[in-house]
T-cell receptor
């Protein structure tokens, strides 16, 4: 039973470029949440998708957008990259009806903006 | 807004010693509490969780945590530290329903031989 898978594992982009990160949730899960983890910090909530709609959003600018597909997989898009966007991006999946059971996390995508 | 505070950004213990990582939550109602561990260059792994029921929760790798409503705390303990326990530990909270999981800033645990 595969857990949460994220791709790519590492990525280097230039300031001003756009990036797309991908996530496949754990089998049986229908909800995907994205987090940004800067070096030495705790993960910060970006947004959550369920039934292909953004359900909740953290304090991130509109440059951060996402999508969820009918098979529950998800993408995170970041436009006009800034140096400060360099971080580990974590995808987490859960079951919407039992969200209080916690999330299962992927290994993350390490984004470096130069 | 729901939050958790982890006391001590870095804790160092000797191998075989007690591990105690502190977490306090802010909530007017009992929340759902979690401890996650993160090894270098990896994602987050769930150690244990408190949702309802017994206040002493046992997790993986010999860790446990006790929910104390009177102290608004959910400290993580392990009787005897092992070198493999060296990692970053995060306390996290869900308020209710499908509100997002909110993390503390983390505590880095070092284990000295």
């Amino acid at each position: 039973d595969a857990g949460v898978t994220q791709s790519p594992t590492h990525l280097i982009k230039t300031r001003g470029q756009q990036v797309t990160l991908r996530c496949s949730p754990k089998s049986g899960h229908d909800t995907v949440s994205w987090y940004q983890q800067a070096l030495g910090q705790g993960p910060q909530f970006i947004f959550q998708y369920y039934e292909e709609e953004e359900r909740q959003r953290g304090n991130f600018p509109d440059r951060f957008s996402g999508h969820q597909f009918p098979n529950y997989s998800s993408e995170l898009n970041v436009n006009a990259l800034l140096l400060g966007d360099s971080a580990l991006y974590l995808c987490a999946s859960s079951l919407y009806t039992t969200g209080t059971d916690g999330y299962t996390f992927g290994s993350g995508t390490r984004l470096t903006v130069v | 807004a729901q939050s958790v505070t982890q006391l001590g950004s870095h804790v160092s213990v000797s191998e075989g010693a007690l591990v105690l990582l502190r977490c306090n939550y802010s909530s007017s109602v009992p929340p759902y509490l979690f401890w996650y561990v993160q090894y270098p260059n990896q994602g987050l792994q769930l150690l244990l969780k408190y949702t309802t029921g017994a206040t002493l929760v046992k997790g993986i790798n010999g860790f446990e945590a006790e929910f104390k409503k009177s102290e608004t705390s959910f400290h993580l303990t392990k009787p005897s530290a092992h070198m493999s326990d060296a990692a970053e530990y995060f306390c996290a909270v869900i308020n209710s329903g499908n509100t997002p999981l909110v993390f503390g800033k983390g505590t880095r645990l070092s284990v000295i031989a």
